[in-house]
């Protein structure tokens, strides 16, 4: 398997506006195994986004080394696609122009327009071919988002907080598209992500991060099978578990009533 991630004593340092020096990111030390689905947790600010630009090769460390398997990360790469909050499709290009952009810059397009077809059905947008992006929902326009980075065949895939603005329902219909992409494509997955039982639901490893300048501050492995129990015992625990780091658990103690 390829797309093994492996980030080496990374710090990275901004200049603020009044001169001083922001570090966002503070000796950051981790190994994702190829195929392996991995959350980042942490609180705003902390510096999560700023990993995942690194990863992309859209910015570049202050200090240390970033490779994916055996190469060091230099600059971006359709092997790492990146997907946001707001997909950010082309608004002037209809979804199967969108889905099929990655492919036309490559000039690959001609080869594999079968491509383009087979990614808009695994999204499920069949029959959207000639929407534009704003005669869409939020779903559907995160699920062509999706399909505009899969379509480049990444062997890393990067997901910053992709399913944010989604409302719940779409949100886990989604979170279970998620999981039938990564086990058909078995691409590396790094999901940004602010919701603990998304995080839970998803990964094989969750990495919490401390306030800013952020560091790892626990990681935690799920080894719990596919499909997940959202409210089987093992997943509360877990979530339990996690709400407890990022000191968000509440009142712990037991109820005073019973049901
Ligand atoms: N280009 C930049 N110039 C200056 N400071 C920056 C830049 N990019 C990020 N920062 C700072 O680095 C810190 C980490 O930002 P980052 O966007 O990585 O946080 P985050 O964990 O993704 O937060 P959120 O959960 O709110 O998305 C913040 O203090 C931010 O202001
Ligand atoms: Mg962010």
Known sequence: MVGAVNINSVTKKFAADDGSEITA??????????????????????????LLRLIAG???PTEGTLFIDESEIKGTSYERGLVFQNAML????????????????RKVYRSSKDRVKSFISMVSLDGFEKSFPHQ??????????????????????????????????????LQDELIRIWKKEKMTMILVTHDVDEAVYLSDRIVVMTPRPAKIEKIIDVNLSYPRARSGSEFLYLRTQILKILNY???TEEPGYYI
């Not at 981790?30 to 902390?46: D, H, N, Q, T």
């Not at 082309?90 to 810059?105: E, R």
């Open 25 to 50: 990111l503070n000796g950051i030390d981790l190994k994702v195994r190829a195929g392996e689905f991995i959350s980042l947790i942490g609180p705003s600010g902390c510096g999560k986004s700023t």
């Open 58 to 60: 859209l910015s570049k």
């Open 90 to 105: 082309f608004p002037w290009l209809n979804i199967y122009d969108n889905i099929a952009f990655g492919l036309k810059a």
């Open 136 to 173: 869409l929902s939020g779903g559907m326009i995160q699920r062509a988002g999706l399909a505009r980075v899969l379509i480049n065949d990444p062997k890393v895939l990067l997901l910053d907080e992709p399913l944010g603005a989604l409302d719940a329902f779409t949100r886990m219909n």
């Open 249 to 251: 658990a509440g009142k």
